[in-house]
């Protein structure tokens, strides 16, 4: 089971990014019977959850350090899951990490031990 990551780089304060992340073929014999989160980590601090999706796409949840600058979305038909960053800022500078839940098409979770698979990071940095 993969996860592929991608969609970092680097912005200035108020720039916008899209990631992207891709369960490759094959990894899950229903992609919809996983929630999705999105973890960020920097050195020094824990890791964050900063969003999750349920499996159905039905439910989300946001961290409050990014709720109304971030977005979660899901496409099912392509097993991949998105995170809309608006508004950047310097603090949402760090690796971000996509996950998968089995057994979660109508919850989410945003604590990483209910998280079974993950992909490798993606960097995004946010200049002054």
């Known amino acids: 089971v993969q996860l592929q990551a991608s969609g970092g780089g680097s912005v200035q304060t108020g720039g916008s990014l899209r990631l992207s992340c891709t369960a490759s073929?094959?990894?899950?014999?229903?992609?919809?019977?996983?929630?999705m989160g999105w973890f960020r980590h920097t050195p020094g601090k824990e890791r964050e959850c900063v969003s999750a999706?349920?499996?159905?796409?039905?439910?989300?949840w946001y961290a409050y350090s990014v709720k109304g600058r971030f977005t979660i979305s899901r496409d099912n038909a392509k097993n991949t899951v998105y995170l809309q960053m608006n508004s950047l800022k310097p603090e949402d500078t760090a690796a971000y990490y996509c996950?998968?839940?089995?057994?979660?098409?109508?919850?989410?979770?945003?604590?990483?031990?209910?998280?079974?698979?993950w992909g490798q990071g993606t960097q995004v940095t946010v200049s002054s």
């Open positions: 999706i349920s499996g159905s796409g039905g439910g989300t």
């Open positions: 073929e094959g990894s899950f014999s229903d992609y919809s019977d996983y929630s």
């Open positions: 996950a998968a839940a089995p057994n979660s098409r109508a919850t989410y979770y945003f604590r990483a031990y209910e998280y079974t698979t």
